[in-house]
């Protein structure tokens, strides 16, 4: 369980019998209300479920990780094939550092080595789904 400060918010994760995991933020407040015969102290526990929040989150630092650890060079291009982001390993195997490669063409790895259709099947795959090669 997690708790701010005030010790009015927690976070707290409940092992389900069914072996699923269910996440649960839970927010605190107490209230005085005053009644004709005296007044009564009230407690409202408002409860959301951030199971799929969580999931998505921990799903994010996997692919963040699988990202920054891969052993091959990654190249991440937006629709319009510009470079958006590439991992550690592709500065290792081109040369090239990541603040030299954002904002250009995957072209600008084109060093002679690879067949013109090497970059025409690559430029093909952009438009309909990944394109994954080895460097």
């Known amino acids: ?9 927690a976070e ?3 092992l389900l019998p069914d072996g699923t995991m269910l996440s649960l933020r839970l927010a605190l407040r107490l209230a005085m209300t005053h009644l004709p015969k005296g007044s009564v ?3 409202c526990i408002v409860a959301t479920d951030r199971t799929q929040a969580k999931r998505l989150s921990q799903s994010r630092q996997l692919a963040a990780s699988v990202f920054t650890h891969a052993r091959e060079a990654i190249v991440i291009t937006n ?3 510009t470079i958006v982001d ?3 390993t592709f500065g290792h195997l081109t040369g090239y550092r990541r603040d030299e490669a954002l904002g250009q063409s995957p072209r ?7 067949p013109p259709e090497f970059f025409t099947v690559m430029g093909q795959s952009w ?3 990944p394109f994954v090669s080895a460097l």
Do not use: E, I, T, Y
């Open 1 to 9: 369980m997690q708790r701010d400060p005030s010790g009015r918010r």
């Open 12 to 14: 707290v994760d409940f």
């Open 41 to 43: 102290g009230v407690v």
């Open 79 to 81: 629709a319009a094939a």
């Open 86 to 88: 590439v991992n550690d």
């Open 108 to 114: 600008m790895l084109k060093s002679g080595r690879q």
């Open 127 to 129: 438009s309909a789904k």
